[in-house]
């Protein structure tokens, strides 16, 4: 077997599909008004639903302080807290994936700096789950139970320490099992594809080791 | 040699057109176009962050995608097609790339050029992948 036989059978494959695959100028300048359908293009579009989202949630919120119904108040304002501190948090995601553009240096480069990106992305998804959402729950949790309080006709500082310990417990229970779940959702987010890079940089760095 | 499917192909084929469209501009004539078209295609294709599908050996092509509706003149030509796409399906993203450039007849510094290694250690991986491909196409090519 010699390999010019494998470029004989290759080149006139190739022809035949260049032949097939042949596409007009309509064609290309339908594909070019389309969506882009790589994971990163509909990541972006879910990033765009979810800002969408939080804003609604800030818009009843400010919705809630302006009628003045003191009851729902400190909810509107703990909720405000969460959207402003999500709101950071998105676009710096924003900014940091779309740094993940297609580059148009060689190969080795645009693995170094996709692989580089995406690990600091990851980091900042990873760190912002953890803070944000065991914070949200822990708020969330004092609200509820200021509500019962309230209703029983007492306040925070009048419940006995047994209560405060079941709440710190199921604080901590929440947070470490929020925790959990964020690192395993990165993981399965981007961990698979991340390692894939990672591996192929590898191979490429073979050739400058020494 | 790097989708599946047909979806999947004509998804890659339609991104690669859309990267090379955005990134025209930066093109600064600084190689043959054709180099830096082959470097957004590949790119594209290796690191352009497509949603992974839980399949058992993932980056292996199903034996659907072997199935081009074209059929070579030769029979034989068309068997041996076969087997070559198999072979190229058991090597690595990078040396999948490496040896579809070097069947298209690019040379080691156009090689090196778009993958970003020195044109001597493209020869030490084609050498390296042609003993594989021998290896996995000595039976079928008699």
Known sequence: MEFDELKTIWQSHTATLVEIGHRSAADIGHMLRQRSRTALSKINRSIGIEIGILLAFALLSVWQLVRQESSLDLLAIIMLCFVGASMIFYSWKYRRLNRISIETSNLKEALSRTTMTMAGYMKLYSYAGMILVPAMGAAGVLYGVHVAAQDNGKTLSELPMSAWGIIVLVMSIYAGLSILFTKWYVRKLYGVHYDELKACLEELQESTMP | ?142
């Open chain 2, 1 to 142: 040699m790097y989708c599946n499917q047909d979806e999947e192909r004509r998804d890659l084929f339609q991104d690669i057109v859309l990267q090379l469209w955005r990134a025209y501009e930066s093109f600064k004539g600084e190689s043959k176009i054709s180099t830096w078209m082959y470097r957004v295609a590949l790119n594209t294709a290796i690191s352009g962050f497509r949603k992974q599908k839980r399949k058992p050996e993932q980056s292996r092509l199903s034996d659907r995608a072997y199935e081009v509706p074209i059929v070579l003149p030769d029979p034989d030509m068309e068997e041996k097609r076969t087997f070559l796409y198999k072979a190229i399906d058991q090597l690595s993203e990078v040396e999948k790339g490496i040896v579809m450039l070097h069947l298209e007849d690019h040379s080691y510094e156009e090689i090196a050029e778009i993958i970003g290694i020195t044109p001597n250690y493209v020869g030490v991986k084609l050498n390296r992948i042609k003993q594989r491909l021998k290896k996995i196409l000595q039976p079928h090519f008699v």
